[in-house]
T-cell receptor, first 114, second 114 residues
Framework: DTAVSQTPKYLVTQMGNDKSIKCEQN?????MYWYKQDSKKFLKIMFS???????INETVPNRFSPKSPDKAHLNLHINSLELGDSAVYFC?????????????FGPGTRLLVL | AQKITQTQPGMFVQEKEAVTLDCTYD???????LFWYKQPSSGEMIFLIY??????QNATEGRYSLNFQKARKSANLVISASQLGDSAMYFC???????????FGRGTSLIVHP
């Protein structure tokens, strides 16, 4: 039983395309996150939603738009993909947005923009 | 200024030996949480251990313990009796009470030799 799942696992696409990554958690958590991990393994938060409400929105180009249809899902849509968007994107969830809440990560989506 | 500093890009340890992975943090917030995550070569992020800023005792989870030195702002991870499966990247992370934004260090690559 996968706790946090992401699809697709791999995504190879051309510059300028629009793509979406889906994330679902079956843990009953209230809070979900998107992270970007670059080629040097640096992990940086992009967005966080708590009960479908955006609570964290870091400095991310507005080509990236998260959508949370319900608290179990947080999708990431990327418009006009650029070479620099190539990275691993991780979805995560936690029980709530409290300070000490453990985040459970999905397996990651490896995006390669050609 | 970096909020989380991991000064060891790579560490080597003999199987069954103990190893300490360094992490220092920077915050003026009295309320914060510190986390360690493991990322094996397969790519998933695995939660290891958590320490709250007001916790009186150092956190322990099985073979993992956190050497929390508040005055020095350090939160080193100690892995006892290293196993080959401990070979992975290890990330220190912090969440501050004011912003709740999780910040990750750049990671330490640990290799366990037989």
């Amino acid at each position: 039983d996968t706790a946090v799942s992401q699809t697709p696992k791999y995504l190879v696409t051309q510059m300028g395309n629009d793509k979406s990554i889906k994330c679902e958690q079956n843990l009953g958590h209230d809070t979900m996150y998107w992270y970007k991990q670059d080629s040097k393994k640096f992990l940086k938060i992009m967005f966080s939603y708590n009960n479908k409400e955006l609570i964290i929105n870091e400095t991310v180009p507005n080509r990236f738009s998260p959508k949370s249809p319900d608290k179990a899902h947080l999708n990431l849509h990327i418009n006009s993909l650029e070479l620099g968007d190539s990275a691993v994107y991780f979805c995560a969830s936690s029980q709530n947005s409290g300070l000490g809440e453990t985040q459970y990560f999905g397996p990651g989506t490896r995006l390669l923009v050609l | 200024a970096q909020k989380i500093t991991q000064t060891q890009p790579g560490m080597f340890v003999q199987e069954k030996e103990a190893v300490t992975l360094d992490c220092t943090y920077d915050t003026s917030d009295p309320s914060y949480g510190l986390f360690w995550y493991k990322q094996p070569s397969s790519g998933e992020m695995i939660f290891l251990i958590y320490q709250g800023s007001y916790d009186q005792q150092n956190a322990t989870e099985g073979r993992y313990s956190l050497n929390f030195q508040k005055a020095r702002k350090s939160a080193n991870l100690v892995i006892s009796a290293s196993q080959l499966g401990d070979s992975a990247m290890y990330f220190c992370a912090m969440r501050e009470g004011r912003s709740y934004i999780p910040t990750f260090g750049r990671g330490t690559s640990l290799i366990v030799h037989p």
